[in-house]
């Protein structure tokens, strides 16, 4: 019978950066994801930048996961609230699919309230965030401009009625625009 996987989260910290490199160049079987990490963790503020450590140690325990989560603005929505998008996030290969990555984003999401966030938006994976309490924007009237109009785009809104009032375009760092 296999044990169950145990880990921690943490902020991480700038002696994690290669590793968390490496594990978005494994992830995602290149370093493009890899080097948006590293760019819109230098020039985007706030961030939440976590990482999950196998075993329960803060800090001798191995880096086998990060997430990511920066600023947006959105076109029409009320300029005294602050939202956030998820992503990247990435999980070591040999460590997914054991709740690695559903807890980063649970946490991610707790660090983002923490920061004063009233939503979080995250792009991708329609079977993965709608079971952590993401919805569709679509109905709401709020997209993000993409080449690749057929991604799926959600949110949470961590603050009751958040959204209500947005509409347009949701804007997301610079160095996400990759076209």
């Not at 930048?49 to 929505?77: C, K, Q, Y």
């Not at 990555?101 to 965030?129: I, K, M, Q, S, T």
Request: proline share 7%; with cysteine.
């Amino acid at each position: 019978m296999q044990s169950a996987l145990r880990f921690l989260t943490r902020e991480e910290s700038p002696s994690d950066f290669e590793t968390v490199f490496a594990i978005h160049s494994a992830a995602f079987d290149s370093d493009t994801e890899s080097k948006l990490v590293d760019a819109v963790r230098a020039q985007a503020s706030p961030v939440v930048s976590l990482v999950a450590i196998e075993g329960e140690g803060r800090d001798t325990g191995e880096v086998i996961g990060h997430i990511l989560a920066s600023p947006v603005t959105i076109e029409h929505g009320p300029k005294d609230l602050a939202y956030m998008a998820l992503g990247p996030m990435a999980v070591r290969p040999d460590f997914q699919r054991q709740g690695v990555g559903a807890r980063l984003v649970l946490n991610a999401l707790d660090a983002c309230r923490e920061l004063g966030a009233a939503a979080v938006f995250v792009r991708d994976h329609p079977d993965y965030y709608p079971r952590l309490g993401f919805e569709p924007v679509a109905n709401l009237g709020l997209y993000f401009a993409d080449p690749d109009t057929e991604r799926p785009f959600f949110a949470l809104e961590l603050q009751a009625n958040a959204l209500t009032d947005c509409a347009g375009e949701v804007y997301y760092h610079p160095k996400f625009n990759r076209s």
